[in-house]
């Protein structure tokens, strides 16, 4: 049997505290998530892209690692699922006059991924810089979000009847509520677009910060926090 930790750092004021990994005698540090740790970091690096772009956050979601380790059901497959991602991104960019640019899951296949998504262009290990200089944020449940309430992005949450069907639509469900943002399914046509999806709702981003990416004030790195609030125990 593993014994409860004696230090628990916990990013955010609704961060779970029912592990059986947290014990009585369990220290409870609050420190941060460690997007803003990402956020802290790349403030003053450059910009992958010199140009006004939108973005979309990948998740690989046909070819999920879920579906194996968890013994799911495949629930959504990829010829209808890259079709209508590639039919609606196409609708993006003409209303808007942007590319719409990927940002690349870790797990997806960069060679195969350019086919799927029509040789649009796909950016790999830069999703904090990408969501940084994003003109808007496009996305279906992807823990990026957190970069864009960061950075202060808009964000757009869309899904599909596939999505809308699986266990995971639980996800963007809460992100939903959460914003206060609809979702838009872009299986169903025609296809309603305007600026209300992008709207950001700042008390929504503040709460969300401040319940699931820090919920103390100071801003030093993850690692500094933890080694003085060690030191006073």
């Known amino acids: 049997r593993i014994k409860p930790a004696k230090y628990v750092f916990v990013g955010g004021s609704k961060s779970s505290l029912s592990s059986l990994l947290v014990g009585k005698k369990s220290k409870i540090i609050k420190i941060h998530n460690f997007d803003f740790e990402y956020y802290n970091l790349c403030k003053n690096l450059k910009k992958v892209l010199n140009k006004k772009y939108i973005l ?16 799911l059901k495949k629930e959504i497959t990829s010829d209808i699922y890259y079709d209508e991602l590639n039919s609606f991104f196409d609708m993006i960019e ?10 690349l899951h870790p797990k997806s296949n ?4 350019l086919s799927y998504f029509k040789n649009r262009q ?7 810089l990408l969501v940084r200089d994003a003109e808007f944020i496009i996305s279906h449940w992807s823990s ?20 809308l069907k699986s266990e995971n639509s639980v996800f963007i469900k809460f992100l939903s509520k959460t914003f206060k943002k609809k979702i838009t399914n872009i299986s169903v046509k025609p296809i309603i677009l305007d600026e209300s999806l992008l709207l950001i709702n700042k008390d929504c981003y503040e709460k ?26």
């Open 56 to 71: 979309f956050i990948d998740q690989n979601l046909p070819f999920h690692d879920d579906y194996n380790f968890l013994n």
């Open 94 to 103: 003409e209303k808007y006059s942007l590319e719409v640019i990927i940002a």
């Open 110 to 113: 960069r060679s195969t991924s």
């Open 122 to 128: 796909v950016i790999s290990s830069k999703t904090n």
């Open 144 to 163: 990026a979000i957190n970069l864009s309430v960061l950075f202060n992005k808009k964000f757009m949450l869309i899904a599909t009847n596939q999505i």
């Open 208 to 233: 969300y910060n401040y319940n699931y990416i820090k919920e103390n004030k100071n801003n030093d790195l993850f690692w500094v926090i933890a080694l003085e609030a060690m030191d006073q125990i």
